[in-house]
């Protein structure tokens, strides 16, 4: 099962600080909390879903917003200080490049 996250305006994603590996993200900040991968297990390109409103024009339909890509990636991270092997969790995050910010999407349990 997996959750996904709502943002502040109904975006989708929580706004995340995260540090990039050479595979990808090596750490995340979510809140007061900091994970550390232990591993990236897969990463996909996205489209924007073009048939959601677009809150910053006020209407729905294709967009500039339509063309635009976001790199995700799956991620097993642990929070810091804590046993990979018994508190790992599953986690997308996402590179928004349109705004400039990297979301956590989704949490898998």
Do not use: I
Request: hydrophobic share 40%.
């Amino acid at each position: 099962m997996s959750r996904v996250l709502v943002g502040a305006g109904g975006h989708v994603g929580e706004e995340v600080q995260v540090e990039q590996g050479e595979q990808g993200p090596a750490r995340f900040w979510r809140g007061q909390g900091r994970y550390v991968v232990g591993e990236v297990l897969d990463s996909w390109v996205e489209t924007a879903p073009w048939w959601q409103p677009d809150p910053a024009v006020g209407r729905g339909g294709a967009s500039a917003e339509l063309v635009a890509t976001r790199q995700v990636w799956r991620v097993e991270a642990v929070r810091a200080g804590r046993s990979r092997t018994s508190f790992a969790g599953v986690f997308d995050l996402s590179w928004e490049p349109t705004a400039n910010q990297w979301l956590l999407v989704r949490v898998h349990d």
